[in-house]
């Protein structure tokens, strides 16, 4: 029962972009909790891939951006590539639960 | 590069303890980073444990804070996981990371940086 609600699913073709959401509330995004994004290849450990809403690791291609505004956060793919076909998960924090908080999840599909 | 890597018995029984340690390379259990426990049950999603500081200090989630204790070793740069009175819905494949704080906001905010490969541990008789 996450409190971060990403769609169960986004799709695209190569070379488009797709954009994953991830809405909150007043008692995380919106209280100005900050929101990061992992990605999740199959039988993988989640990888970081956005952190503090805008800032990509060392590593990440510039092909992956994020932003926030109000209670919610999203997670931009431009020029899809067939190897970004995976899961990908918000994270913040709650201050109602006093506990980190991940998102749905969301399952991005290259047609 | 920091590597994390976890260990432990991959079958409990119900009611046991899991118990699981982290050991932790390229990076001192006493740096300024915390650590952490997050879970993934078949096929879900991704469920925050717990975090631990190498002077002592934790934080627990609270729908498994009564059932959970996180500790650390620093002679062995390693951190540990036990979770009491298991059943099969603590089935999951267990991370274990590390934290980078940061303020912000007027908050204190956190993300998990590095990631150990996971390990899956099964409830059953």
């Known amino acids: 029962q996450s409190v971060l609600t990403q769609p169960p699913s986004v799709s695209g073709a190569p070379g488009q972009r797709v954009t994953i959401s991830c809405t909150g509330s007043?008692?995380?995004?919106?209280?100005?909790?900050?929101v990061h994004w992992y990605q999740q290849l199959p039988g993988t450990a989640p990888k970081l891939l956005i952190y503090a809403n805008i800032h990509r690791p060392s590593g990440v291609p510039d092909r992956f951006s994020g932003s926030k505004s109000g209670a919610s956060a999203s997670l931009d793919i431009t020029g899809l590539q067939a190897e970004d076909e995976t899961d990908y998960y918000c994270q913040s924090y709650d201050n109602s639960l006093s506990s980190s908080v991940f998102g749905t999840g969301t399952k991005v599909t290259v047609l | 590069q920091v590597q994390l890597q976890e260990s432990g018995p991959g079958l409990v029984k119900p009611s046991g303890t899991l118990s699981l340690t982290c050991a932790v390379s390229g990076d001192s259990i006493n740096s300024s980073h915390w650590w952490s426990w997050v879970r993934q049950p078949p096929g879900k999603g991704l469920e925050w444990i717990a975090d631990i500081y190498h002077s002592g200090g934790t934080y627990y989630n609270p729908s498994l804070k009564s059932r959970v204790t996180i500790s650390v070793d620093k002679s062995k740069n390693q951190f540990s996981l036990n979770l009491s009175s298991v059943t099969a819905a603590d089935t999951a494949v267990y991370y274990c990371?590390?934290?980078?704080?940061?303020?912000?906001?007027?908050?204190?905010?956190?993300?998990?940086?590095?990631w150990g490969q996971g390990t899956l541990v099964t409830v059953s008789s």
């Open positions: 007043s008692s995380n995004i919106g209280a100005g909790y900050d």
């Open positions: 990371a590390r934290v980078s704080y940061y303020d912000s906001s007027g908050w204190a905010q956190y993300y998990f940086d590095y």
